[in-house]
């Protein structure tokens, strides 16, 4: 999916022109040509399959051939490794920078796509473009900016549309690369939490039951119900009992149980004033 070329500088005369001189484009901290760019370090969970999903959708609106490129194979490998997703490992790992490099047309000489197909690639790599700007440096934005101006300036053939389309395409995969370096990691798919490690021994006419929580983040389906996992309830034969969870996400509870012979324990939180179970339940033999 990705092809090897030489980057270009984004730092161009026009960006230079606009807003005149070299302090406003380096932030006056850094040499001119160095881009400055916003760290992103974590990118979470939701704005990774955003980013997938704008790749999808960008690879969905394009002609057969791009369509094929950006296909479930492609978005595959981005869910297996989210963190290669942003940066280039080997050249075998599809990364959502080199999703823009397939909108270049390089791989047939002589060959120019006729204005119907133009015009649908080109819809799909400024969805893409929409999808990052923000991301992207202020200077890397004005500079992309005036190479997609240069596009809509041209469209009237075939071969200058390439040609600008083809200068657009390898800027904004620079500036792509650029943000890419930014990020360090990408949040975790949630895990659903669970009650472990629970026991229950007996004492006297009493029953005490210990056990832990995973402290993950909150599924989904666990937002829907709670915004914190802070309860655990606690049940045996004569009934529920409520505590909450220690800061080393654990707990201890003493029932009142002479004759019971197994309890059960799950997790959840407050929904309002309502306890909300978000674990599954555990049950366990009262020893």
């Given at each position: ?42 990118v979470s969970r939701s704005q990774f399959l955003s980013d ?236």
């Amino acid at each position: 999916m990705n092809k090897f070329i030489v980057r270009t500088a984004l730092t161009s005369v026009t960006a230079l022109a606009l807003f005149g001189g070299a302090d406003i484009l380096t932030n006056g901290s850094v040499s001119l040509g160095q881009t400055v760019v916003a760290q992103a370090k974590t990118v979470s969970r939701s704005q990774f399959l955003s980013d997938v999903n704008a790749v999808q959708k960008a690879g969905l609106m394009s002609t057969d051939t791009i369509k094929g490129e950006l296909g479930i194979s492609t978005i595959k490998a981005f869910l297996a490794d989210p963190l290669a997703a942003y940066g280039e490992t080997n050249p075998e790992t599809p990364t959502i920078a080199g999703a823009v490099l397939d909108y270049q047309n390089l791989n047939t000489p002589g060959y120019f796509r006729d204005q119907d197909a133009f015009d649908q690639d080109y819809a799909a790599v400024m969805s893409l473009y929409n999808h990052f700007k923000s991301r992207l440096t202020k200077s890397d934005q004005i500079a992309l900016d005036t190479y997609k101006g240069d596009v809509d300036a041209v469209k009237n053939t075939e071969r200058d549309n390439d040609f600008k389309l083809n200068d657009f395409c390898e800027n904004f995969f620079s500036a792509l690369e650029d943000y890419d370096e930014t990020v360090t990691k990408v949040q975790p798919a949630a895990k659903a939490n669970k009650v472990y490690s629970v026991k229950a021994r007996k004492q006297g006419k009493y029953v005490v039951v210990t056990g832990k929580v995973t402290n993950n983040r909150l599924t989904k389906s666990a937002l829907a119900k709670t915004k914190k996992l802070n309860r655990v309830k606690v049940t045996s034969y004569r009934g529920a009992k409520y505590l909450k969870i220690s800061k080393k996400n654990t707990f201890k509870i003493k029932l009142y149980a002479p004759k019971a012979k197994s309890v059960k324990a799950n997790a959840g939180g407050l929904n309002g004033s309502k306890y909300a179970s978000i674990t599954k339940t555990v049950k366990v033999a009262v020893r």
